[in-house]
């Protein structure tokens, strides 16, 4: 469950990108809502079914942390073990298909990577002002932009598109040292991979 500064940029993003992803008390059985066509319309013991796999591996942040920071192959093993035991209790408790469960992994590994670039840009000294600049960033960019950054990590770089957001980083805010702007780049990226999840959830109709 999100608490503190992770319900103040949930709040953020519910204002930019029209979600509203707050925790609650799970429950093993969530009912359906009357009608689901955004994520606004999730109960929130819906959210929380579909936040399980994260609030399972937010249990043990320091291992996970330590794969994201680190990323050497011992820790890298550790964090896919806790995902894994996390994406399997939450598929016991809700009875998901194979489908769902990954797409609540992705939700979760994307939470938690936006969650950590957040900690960290705060402890930076970024304010709520330069984090409401930074999400809208999502919302201007060009197609192929938006969908080169979400494969981030996942294929080769598109650097010429990384310069543009990086420019788009700065000019909402973001510092300009070089570690700081990296770090805010992968809190978009990981923020808008997390907002991708949540409406996949809602379109397949997951809750």
Same mark, same amino acid.
């Given at each position: ?8 940029? =949930? ?28 994520? $606004?319309?999730?109960? $929130?013991?819906? *959210? ?5 796999? %994260? ?38 408790? %809700? ?26 840009? =705060? ?23 938006? $969908?080169? @950054? ?7 770089? $598109?650097?010429?598109? @990384? ?24 809190? @978009?990226?990981?923020? *808008? ?12 109709? %997951?809750?």
């Amino acid at each position: 469950m999100r608490t503190g500064m992770d319900m103040a940029l =949930r709040n953020i993003a519910a204002g930019v990108l029209g979600l509203a992803l707050l925790g609650a008390p799970a429950m093993a059985q969530t009912p359906k809502a009357a009608v689901v066509k955004t994520p $606004d319309d999730l109960s $929130d013991a819906q *959210m929380d079914a579909l936040y399980c796999v %994260y609030d399972e591996m937010a249990k043990t942040p320091d291992a996970v942390a330590r794969s994201i920071i680190v990323g050497d192959e011992e820790s890298v093993a550790s964090a896919r073990v806790i995902h894994t035991v996390a994406r399997d209790t939450c598929v016991t408790k %809700y009875k998901w298909s194979a489908e769902q469960a990954g797409v609540a992994g992705k939700v979760a590994t994307s939470a938690i990577l936006a969650d950590m670039t957040e900690n960290e840009l =705060r402890a930076k000294g970024v304010g709520d002002k330069t984090f409401e600049a930074v999400m809208k960033i999502a919302d201007k960019l060009p197609a192929a932009d938006f $969908d080169a @950054l979400l494969a981030m990590g996942q294929k080769k770089a $598109d650097e010429a598109m @990384l310069e543009r957001v990086r420019k788009q980083l700065t000019d909402a805010g973001i510092p300009k040292d070089k570690d700081t702007v990296e770090v805010a780049l992968a809190f @978009l990226q990981g923020s *808008m991979s997390e907002y991708e999840a949540v409406l996949t959830w809602v379109d397949k109709k %997951y809750y």
